[in-house]
């Protein structure tokens, strides 16, 4: 069985710094680019961050460059999202997301919530 589960998410203050994890489990982890998107209230879904399969390349929105990293970690399966100087406007929930690097074949996790408030 497919599983992309994210944690990691909470209340942060204006400024502070978060740490989103995403564990797969039921495919070939090392087989997939990883990404991670987000969806304001309102507004549609979003590319925040992408790594490729063997984390030899990655990219990130506009919106988030120079506070963002994404990385994995094919041993363990999981992919992260380091957060930093946060935003309110960063306020989302996000979502990991996986695609087979030749099949194109995908997955979704169910996200998880980060509220960026004073």
């Known amino acids: 069985q497919v599983q992309l589960v994210e944690s990691g998410g909470g209340l942060v203050q204006p400024g502070g710094s978060l740490r989103l994890s995403c564990a797969a489990s039921g495919f070939t982890f090392s087989a997939y680019h990883m990404s991670w998107y987000r969806q304001a209230p309102g507004k549609e879904r979003e590319l925040v961050a992408g790594?490729?399969?063997?984390?030899?390349?990655?990219n990130y929105a506009d919106s988030v460059k120079g506070r963002v990293t994404i990385s994995r970690d094919n041993a363990k399966n999981t992919v992260y999202l380091q957060m930093n100087s946060l935003k309110p406007e960063d306020t989302a929930d996000y979502y990991c997301?996986?695609?087979?690097?030749?099949?194109?074949?995908?997955?979704w996790g169910q996200g998880t919530q980060v509220t960026v408030s004073s």
């Open positions: 790594i490729t399969s063997t984390g030899g390349s990655t």
């Open positions: 997301y996986a695609r087979h690097v030749f099949s194109r074949r995908d997955y």
